[in-house]
């Protein structure tokens, strides 16, 4: 089992940065994918930024340039650095890790931290 605990959410005005963490229960990252999703309300849960075992990283189209995805191995947390953040970004954050083995695909996320974008 892995926990991951978000935080860092909170009301940040178009320009501004907010920076999430999200602290994973062990040490993880050399088995597991990490990434960060969002949920705006009456919309489906997508991808914003990802980060494999290796270190590659891969980011959403509308998030490239502004948002940066990082991990501190050694504090077993990932972050989302989010810079000039847009109003329709307002959304409930979550954190995830994946596993992959062959058939079989574990995942774990976060609670959720509440982000708003005010417009």
């Known amino acids: 089992q892995v926990q991951l605990v978000e935080s860092g959410g909170g009301l940040v005005h178009p320009g501004g940065s907010l920076r999430l963490s999200c602290a994973a229960s062990?040490?993880?990252?050399?088995?597991?994918?990490m990434g960060w999703y969002r949920q705006a309300p009456g919309k489906q849960r997508e991808l914003v930024a990802a980060?494999?075992?290796?270190?590659?990283?891969n980011y959403a189209d509308s998030v490239k340039g502004r948002f940066t995805i990082s991990r501190d191995n050694a504090k077993n947390t990932i972050y989302l650095q989010m810079n000039s953040p847009k109003p329709e970004e307002t959304a409930v954050y979550y954190c995830?890790?994946?596993?992959?083995?062959?058939?079989?695909?574990?995942?774990?996320w976060g609670q959720g931290t509440q982000v708003t974008v005010p417009s």
């Open positions: 995830n890790a994946e596993l992959r083995r062959p058939g079989v695909i574990t995942n774990y």
């Open positions: 062990r040490s993880i990252f050399s088995l597991y994918a």
């Open positions: 980060i494999t075992t290796g270190g590659s990283i």
